[in-house]
């Protein structure tokens, strides 16, 4: 996409629903695609798809969100934010692929983790964590996608890879630029000012080292035979260096310590 943006404009355009999801990607570039379900403790969450597949004739395991297409879709999927069994069941693939040495892959959109008191009560927060503890002791090599909205530690908690790539018109934050505003400065109104000021969108996150690559988008937000070529591409280029790692657990740990070290100079790498 050729044209400047604002962080607003970008914001818009990440949650625009005719954007294509991560399940697009999904059935668009893997194919023998096998469906596991359930968190072996609870139920099955909607609001994450994942199993095993192949890409380009590679076993990997892949994960993403789902926010649905249709209303009831979206209620089921409680518009793209996982319940702690939706975590459960990504760290159960993930540890999957581990026993098996399946290099893993994550497409992510969502808002963040599902609010609600019965997420709370069956165990949010520590599913969250128990998956960034698990992802940061991987030994198969990861490569995680933000495609749309990447909310706080909802997202974070399936984004831990050795690779991080980012859609041009992605955002990727602490929390919504409407929570932002209200929190810090009580007033909901200056929700393009805390666009800017949050550094979300990818052109800022790469600047600051939080991603490694910016995926470019065509301007129709509907071209999915383009944009899945312009993915390929990417998660071809990544992959290929990834799986020739060492060391995954230990670079994925170095990466990420690395993270807060250029926060503190200033985003300077």
């Given at each position: ?59 990997v395991t892949v994960i993403c969100t789902r926010k649905g297409k249709t209303l009831e879709e979206h209620l089921q999927a409680h ?76 997202a974070l908690a399936l984004s831990m890879g050795n690779r991080v790539l980012m859609l041009e018109n992605a955002v990727y934050s602490v929390l919504s630029p409407e929570g932002f ?89």
């Amino acid at each position: 996409m050729a044209k400047e943006l604002t962080a607003a404009q970008r914001v818009a355009l990440a949650r625009d629903p005719r954007r294509p999801s991560p399940e697009d990607y999904l059935h668009g570039l893997f194919t023998d695609f096998f469906e596991q379900r359930g968190d072996r403790l609870f139920g099955d969450d909607r609001s994450i798809v994942g199993g095993i597949a192949r890409y380009h004739g590679r076993p990997v395991t892949v994960i993403c969100t789902r926010k649905g297409k249709t209303l009831e879709e979206h209620l089921q999927a409680h518009f793209g934010m996982p319940e702690p069994e939706g975590y459960r069941k990504a760290r159960r693939l993930m540890e999957q692929a581990e026993k098996f040495g399946r290099p893993i892959i994550t497409f992510v959109d969502t808002p963040g983790a599902y609010p609600g008191l019965e997420a709370e009560e069956r165990g949010q927060a520590d599913a969250i964590a128990q998956n960034l503890a698990r992802m940061s002791s991987l030994t198969v090599p990861f490569v995680a996608v933000i495609c749309g909205e990447g909310g706080s530690g909802g997202a974070l908690a399936l984004s831990m890879g050795n690779r991080v790539l980012m859609l041009e018109n992605a955002v990727y934050s602490v929390l919504s630029p409407e929570g932002f505003a209200s929190i810090l400065w009580k007033d909901s109104s200056r929700v393009e000012e805390a666009c800017e000021v949050m550094k979300l969108t990818a052109q800022d996150l790469l600047e600051l080292g939080v991603i490694d690559e910016i995926v470019p988008e065509p301007e129709e937000l509907e071209s999915l035979g383009t944009r899945l070529r312009i993915m390929d591409a990417a998660l071809t280029k990544h992959l290929d260096a990834v799986v020739r790692l060492k060391d995954p657990a230990r670079h994925r740990q170095e990466k990420f310590a690395a993270m807060g070290e250029a926060w503190i100079r200033g985003g300077k790498t």
